[in-house]
C-alpha cells in the first residue's frame, strides 16, 4: 500500500514534508512537544492529530487550535483526506498525495529518524517547482497585457493567456459592472461554456476569492462542502476549480474563474502564478475598462448629439434610429457576427451627423432644392465623416458614414462609387435610408405605405441598390413593415438598438 505524504505548498525549508503509514497516528504543533514540528507563528503548540487507519484511510483532528484546521479551504474540526486534498493548520498549507517511498529509501535518513519516522530531510526532489513554461507565460503577459487599450481583444488575450498557464476546459472573466455593481461574465471560453452566472462553480467561489483577496482553488470539488450545494456545477461535472479576484485602485473589479472537467486537478503550484498573473491582468484590465467607459460615453453623447440633429427637422426625428434598426436586420439576416453588427449599429446612428454643418434655410426647406441647395445637403456625408474619422473606435463605422449615398449605378455621391466597390455596410444601409425617408411623412408629401416603398426599392434594384440587398430587402418585408409604427414595433426596435459587443 502506498504510503501517505504531505507537502507543504509553499516550499520553504523549515517545513518538514510528513510522510504517513497505516497504523500512525501524528500530532503536528508548533514546538517539539507534537511528533511533527511545523515551526510557523499561527500553528498552536498542539494544533493536530494525523491519523492513518489500517486501510490506509487519513484523519485529521483539530485539538482546539487556535487558527484552526481547514481542508480544502473549509474550516473543519475532523476530516477525512484523501489524495489530492489541501489541507491547513493556520496558516501553513499542505497537500496530500500517495507516495510510495521504497523507491526512495534513504538508509541514512531512516536510521536518523528511526521512531520519529514522520519528518524527512527536504529532499532535493521536493525543491520548488518551477514551470517554465507556465513562467515564461506570465512573464509574456506582463509584458504585452498593458499595450491593450482595446478592452474585448484584451479581454480575449487574457484568457488566452490563463489557458496557456492553467490549461482549464472552461475559462472566463467575470468584471464588476460599474452602474448595478453586479458580476457580469465579459468573455468565456470556450463560448457559450456557460448559460448563467450561477454556473461559475456557483457564485460562492467568485464570492470567496473577492472577500478573502486571495486565490481560491478547490482541487476537488466533491470532498468540499461548501460546493455541495452548487448542483449546476456538480451537474457540469466539473471536478477542480480556481478563482483569481481582481483588485484595482479603488477596490474589486472582477475575477478570473476557471475549472476542469473529468478527473484532472489543477497543479499546486498554479495558485502563485495565477495570484501573480492576477495582478497584471487586473490593472491593464482596469485601464482598459477606463478606456472602454470614455469611449462609451463618448459614443452615447455623439448619438445623442446625432438624435437631436435628427430631431432639428421633426419630420425625420428618430431617423438614425430607424434607418440603423432597418440595417440590423438586413445584416442579422445576412449572418454578420455581432463584432461587425456593432460597427453597423455605430455607423447608423452617426450616418448623417454630419447635418449639422447643413444651413436651416436649406435642411429644413421645404419646397425643392437649387444645385447649391442640393449640394450643401450632400455635403453632410462628408462633414459627417471628418467630425468622426480622427475617433479610432469609429475608424469601421466611416466607410457607411460617407458611402451611404453612393448608387450601385455609380451615380451617387460623394466618390461616385459603384457596384461592389461600395462598401458592404454603406449598400446595406442605402436600402434602409430610402425605405425610412419613404415610409416618412414629409413637408411636401405625406408618407408612402410601405407597399409602395417596397415596390420602389425593387423597381431600383440594380441601379440605385445592391441587387442582393433588394433580395434580403424581399425575405424581410414583412418585418421592415412591422417595425415601422406602434407600441410593438418601438419595442423591436429599441432592442435591435442595444450596443451589441
Ligand atoms: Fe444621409
Redesign the pocket.
Known amino acids: 500500500m502506498p504510503a501517505l505524504r504531505l507537502e507543504p505548498t509553499l516550499p520553504a525549508p523549515h517545513l518538514p514534508v510528513i510522510d504517513l503509514a497505516a497504523g500512525d497516528s501524528k500530532t503536528v504543533g508548533r514546538t517539539g512537544h507534537a511528533d511533527i514540528t511545523v515551526d510557523d507563528p499561527s500553528l498552536s503548540r498542539l494544533h493536530a492529530r494525523l491519523s492513518v487507519d489500517t486501510n490506509g484511510r487519513l484523519t485529521v483532528d483539530d485539538l482546539g487550535s487556535t487558527n484552526g484546521v481547514f481542508v480544502n479551504g473549509a474550516e473543519q474540526v475532523r476530516a477525512a483526506l484523501r489524495p489530492g486534498d489541501m489541507v491547513r493548520f493556520g496558516q501553513v498549507e499542505y497537500l496530500v498525495s500517495t507516495q510510495d517511498t521504497s523507491r526512495e529509501t534513504d538508509p541514512v535518513a531512516d536510521e536518523a529518524f528511526a521512531g520519529h519516522t514522520i519528518v524527512r530531510r527536504v529532499a532535493v526532489s521536493a525543491a520548488p517547482k518551477v514551470d517554465r513554461i507556465a513562467l515564461e507565460a506570465l512573464l509574456a503577459t506582463s509584458r504585452e497585457l498593458m499595450a491593450f487599450s482595446d478592452l474585448p481583444a484584451l479581454l480575449d488575450r487574457v484568457l488566452e493567456r490563463l489557458d496557456s498557464i492553467a490549461k482549464p476546459d472552461r475559462a472566463a472573466i467575470l468584471l464588476v459592472d460599474a452602474a448595478t455593481g453586479a458580476l457580469v461574465p465579459r468573455a468565456v471560453r470556450p463560448s457559450g461554456a456557460y448559460s448563467s452566472v450561477s454556473e461559475f462553480a456557483s457564485s460562492t467561489v467568485v464570492r470567496q476569492a473577492l472577500t478573502s483577496r486571495d486565490v481560491f482553488i478547490v482541487h476537488d470539488i466533491k470532498m468540499d462542502p461548501r460546493l455541495q450545494q452548487a448542483a449546476s456545477v456538480l451537474a457540469a461535472g466539473v471536478h477542480s476549480v480556481i478563482c483569481v479576484p481582481l483588485f484595482g485602485r479603488a477596490g474589486p473589479i472582477g475575477a478570473l474563474y476557471a475549472d476542469k472537467l473529468g478527473l484532472e486537478q489543477f497543479a499546486p503550484e498554479l495558485a502563485e502564478y495565477a495570484a501573480a498573473f492576477a495582478g497584471h491582468a487586473a490593472a491593464a484590465l482596469e485601464t482598459a475598462q477606463l478606456y472602454d467607459d470614455r469611449e462609451r460615453h463618448f459614443r452615447a453623447t455623439l448619438e445623442a448629439f446625432a438624435k437631436a440633429i435628427d430631431a432639428r427637422d421633426h419630420y425625420t426625428a428618430g431617423h438614425s434610429e430607424r434607418v440603423t434598426a432597418y440595417t440590423l436586420v438586413l445584416a442579422r439576416t445576412l449572418g454578420k457576427p455581432p463584432a461587425e453588427l456593432e460597427i453597423i449599429r455605430r455607423a447608423g446612428m452617426l450616418?448623417?451627423i454630419g447635418k449639422v454643418g447643413v444651413p436651416d434655410a436649406v435642411l429644413l426647406k421645404a419646397g425643392p432644392l437649387d444645385p447649391d441647395e442640393r449640394k450643401a445637403i450632400e455635403r453632410?456625408?462628408t462633414i459627417g465623416h471628418g467630425m468622426l474619422e480622427s475617433l479610432p473606435f469609429l475608424t469601421d463605422a466611416l466607410p457607411a458614414v460617407r458611402g451611404?449615398?453612393e448608387r450601385w449605378d455609380g451615380k451617387g455621391y460623394p466618390d461616385k462609387l459603384a457596384g461592389t466597390d461600395i462598401h458592404p455596410h454603406a449598400r446595406l444601409m442605402g436600402v434602409a435610408?430610402s425605405y425610412v425617408a419613404m415610409t416618412s411623412a414629409r413637408p411636401y408629401r405625406s408618407a408612402l405605405p410601405v407597399e409602395e416603398a417596397a415596390r420602389r426599392l425593387r423597381a431600383d434594384s440594380g441601379r440605385q441598390f445592391d441587387p442582393a440587398a433588394i433580395e434580403i430587402f424581399d425575405a424581410m418585408e414583412e418585418r421592415f413593415a412591422a417595425l415601422r409604427e406602434g407600441p410593438e414595433a418601438i419595442a423591436a426596435r429599441a432592442e435591435l438598438l442595444r450596443p451589441i459587443a
Open positions: 450616418h448623417d453632410h456625408v451611404h449615398h435610408d
